[in-house]
């Protein structure tokens, strides 16, 4: 073959490519696809994502399968997912604490950016600033009071540093000059446990993970972390109506790809993901959860503003980055 010919035959390959491609991924999903929570069983990532599996896999047209991988405050199932082949068969269940960890770890084995193509926020709401029952507190003043008279005696719990109920207490704390004594645990599922059974009396927990236990008393709800009334527990105040003012946290979840998943994969899931979310939005109002299901853009452009947001919240708290 002359150059020349050669030359036209690379150009008439390099053209057909996309219809190649295109064609390749016309059967997509053919297999199973795994979600990966990056956290333990019982937390709100966990939750929210076996509720919304059943809608995505009969839209999706195929099983989905819940993997968690929890531990190190989300950053190994965070890094398992980013480091997957980009085939839209591992994605990730993402949530704040991915646009959080920036701002906290000097050295990350994934970008929060770089190394994701996102699909769709999934859902957002606030969370519920809780207590155990055994504590002589009902309302966030009362708190506030016996904190300050019980300085660094009190201890809070959360699903790991830089998680987004610890960045909500850290915030608090910040707010209100209080100084109590942080548990750590790989979870929010785990850390609710040790709540409820009074070993740890303080915690910021997600509405998904901790409604349930307030509504049954096994936790008293002193008021959630939104700028305004959740639907679910009407008579609890904001944080912020409650005397702290400003203090506004919202979690949210989303559903995302390693970077360099082909478009139409994409916009497969996507699609899926959005009509799952409609399916589902009755349900999860109930427990005063918004579903999103934005776009792939707007959802990266929701990242790199949390990202920026989340930087200011850790200067303010004075966490500085290990």
């Not at 150009?11 to 929570?37: D, E």
């Not at 769709?120 to 859902?123: E, K, N």
């Not at 055994?134 to 009071?145: D, M, Q, R, T, Y």
């Not at 944080?239 to 702290?244: F, I």
């Given at each position: 073959?002359?150059?020349?010919?050669?030359?036209?035959f690379?150009?008439?390959?390099?053209?057909?490519?996309?219809?190649?491609?295109?064609?390749?991924?016309?059967?997509?999903?053919?297999?199973?696809?795994?979600?990966?929570?990056p956290?333990?069983?019982?937390?709100?990532?966990?939750?929210?994502?076996?509720?919304?599996?059943?809608?995505?896999?009969?839209?999706?047209?195929?099983?989905?399968?819940?993997?968690?991988?929890?531990?190190a405050?989300?950053i190994?199932?965070?890094?398992l997912?980013?480091?997957?082949?980009?085939?839209?068969?591992?994605?990730?269940?993402?949530?704040?604490?991915?646009?959080?960890?920036?701002?906290?770890?000097?050295?990350?084995?994934?970008?929060?950016?770089?190394?994701f193509?996102?699909v769709?926020?999934?859902?957002a709401?606030?969370?519920?600033?809780?207590?155990?029952?055994?504590?002589?507190?009902?309302?966030?003043?009362?708190?506030?009071?016996?904190?300050?008279?019980h300085?660094?005696?009190l201890?809070?719990?959360?699903?790991?540093?830089?998680?987004?109920?610890?960045?909500?207490?850290?915030?608090?704390?910040?707010?209100?000059?209080?100084?109590?004594?942080?548990?750590?645990?790989?979870?929010?599922?785990?850390?609710?446990?040790?709540?409820?059974?009074?070993?740890?009396?303080?915690?910021?927990?997600?509405?998904?993970?901790?409604?349930?236990?307030?509504?049954?008393?096994?936790?008293?709800?002193?008021a959630?972390?939104?700028?305004?009334?959740?639907?679910?527990?009407?008579?609890?105040?904001?944080?912020?109506?409650?005397?702290?003012?400003?203090?506004?946290?919202?979690?949210?979840?989303?559903?995302?790809?390693?970077?360099?998943?082909?478009?139409?994969?994409?916009?497969?899931?996507?699609?899926?993901?959005?009509?799952?979310?409609?399916?589902?939005?009755?349900?999860?109002?109930?427990?005063?959860?918004e579903?999103?299901?934005?776009?792939?853009?707007?959802?990266?452009?929701?990242?790199?503003?949390?990202?920026?947001?989340?930087?200011?919240?850790?200067?303010?708290?004075?966490?500085?980055?290990?």
């Open positions: 073959m002359d150059l020349r010919r050669y030359s036209l690379l150009c008439a390959v390099l053209v057909a490519l996309p219809a190649v491609q295109a064609w390749a991924q016309a059967g997509y999903p053919s297999r199973p696809v795994r979600v990966v929570v956290s333990a069983p019982g937390g709100g990532t966990d939750i929210l994502t076996r509720r919304i599996t059943p809608a995505f896999s009969r839209h999706l047209g195929q099983q989905v399968i819940v993997d968690n991988r929890g531990g405050a989300t190994i199932g965070n890094d997912a980013a480091h997957a082949a980009p085939d839209g068969y591992t994605l990730l269940m993402g949530l704040t604490t991915l646009t959080i960890l920036p701002s906290i770890r000097k050295e990350l084995p994934y970008d929060a950016l770089k190394d193509a996102p769709s926020m999934t859902v709401a606030p969370n519920i600033l809780v207590v155990h029952p055994s504590l002589p507190v009902k309302s966030v003043k009362e708190l506030i009071a016996f904190g300050r008279k300085a660094g005696e201890n809070y719990a959360s699903a790991g540093i830089g998680s987004n109920p610890h960045l909500s207490m850290a915030l608090f704390l910040n707010m209100t000059g209080l100084k109590m004594v942080h548990i750590t645990y790989k979870g929010l599922g785990p850390a609710l446990v040790d709540v409820i059974s009074g070993q740890v009396v303080v915690m910021v927990g997600t509405m998904l993970s901790s409604l349930n236990h307030v509504r049954s008393g096994r936790l008293r709800g002193l959630t972390t939104g700028l305004s009334r959740s639907s679910a527990l009407p008579d609890l105040p904001t944080v912020d109506q409650a005397g702290v003012k400003g203090y506004e946290v919202t979690q949210w979840y989303g559903l995302l790809a390693p970077a360099g998943t082909p478009a139409p994969v994409i916009g497969a899931l996507n699609t899926a993901m959005v009509a799952a979310l409609r399916d589902e939005k009755q349900k999860f109002a109930v427990d005063g959860v579903t999103v299901g934005n776009t792939p853009e707007e959802f990266r452009s929701a990242l790199e503003t949390e990202i920026a947001k989340w930087a200011k919240v850790a200067r303010a708290a004075g966490i500085k980055p290990q």
